[in-house]
């Protein structure tokens, strides 16, 4: 599976930005996508996850601010982000998980970055 990321840019606090993740396969098959981030100096964080289209997990710090969601036609997964705030800024990256031939496989896209300007 290969995943493009795109959707980042420069907003300032209190804006919006709506990242996708755009896959090669079928992403009603794979067993979890997620966007995770990561900030300059700082480790990779999970943001949101969906498991399918009822069950999604998000990190505290984007509770109520952001919506996890996929769109099976479009091979599209989307990150909706309100409310952005200065510490929101990172590299934002998509993963999927999946049981293929070779065992269980991480995918990963690209990155797209976010700065939120105070």
């Known amino acids: 599976v290969q995943l493009q990321a795109s959707g980042g840019g420069l907003v300032q606090a209190g804006g919006s930005l709506r990242l996708s993740c755009e896959a090669s396969?079928?992403?009603?098959?794979?067993?979890?996508m997620s966007w995770y981030r990561q900030a300059p100096g700082k480790e990779r964080e999970l943001v949101a996850i969906?498991?399918?289209?009822?069950?999604?997990n998000y990190a505290d710090s984007v509770k109520g601010r952001f919506t996890i969601s996929r769109d099976i036609p479009k091979k599209t997964l989307y990150l909706q982000m309100n409310s952005l705030k200065p510490e929101d800024t990172a590299v934002y990256y998509c993963?999927?998980?999946?049981?293929?031939?070779?065992?269980?496989?991480?995918?990963w896209g690209q990155g797209t970055l976010v700065t939120v300007s105070s």
């Open positions: 969906t498991y399918s289209s009822r069950i999604k």
């Open positions: 396969t079928n992403i009603g098959s794979l067993n979890t």
């Open positions: 993963h999927a998980l999946y049981f293929g031939v070779e065992g269980r496989v991480n995918a």
